[in-house]
């Protein structure tokens, strides 16, 4: 069983930065690409972007392009979601999910949300 527990979200002003992180347990976290998905009020489920198990691959929407980069600490079980730049349309509840393939995942954390002011 994996179980993610999303932290970090919070109420930020445009322009400014958070760090999204998600514990991941079990012993298997080095075997998973994870990826950030969001979800906001009135639109679809975005994917915002996600990193193969080695860290070696990423891919991002364009809307975060540039913007956001996500990492991963393999011996932390742990992937991160830093956002720069942070503009009122990122807003949204992001959830970390998890999966043996890139881009295909069948575990979802509870969700953080983010709240970006204008």
């Known amino acids: 069983q994996v179980q993610l527990v999303e932290s970090g979200g919070g109420l930020v002003q445009a322009g400014g930065s958070l760090r999204l992180s998600c514990l991941v347990s079990?012993?298997?976290?080095?075997?998973?690409?994870m990826g950030w998905l969001r979800e906001a009020p009135g639109k679809e489920r975005e994917s915002v972007g996600g990193?193969?198990?080695?860290?070696?691959?990423?891919y991002y929407a364009d809307s975060v392009k540039g913007r956001f980069t996500i990492s991963r600490d393999n011996a932390k079980n742990t992937v991160y979601l830093q956002m720069n730049s942070l503009k009122p349309e990122d807003t949204a509840v992001y959830y970390c999910?998890?999966?043996?393939?890139?881009?295909?995942?069948?575990?979802w954390g509870q969700g953080t949300q983010v709240t970006v002011s204008s």
């Open positions: 999910t998890a999966g043996l393939l890139l881009r295909q995942y069948n575990y």
């Open positions: 079990g012993r298997t976290f080095g075997r998973y690409a």
């Open positions: 990193i193969s198990w080695s860290g070696d691959t990423t």
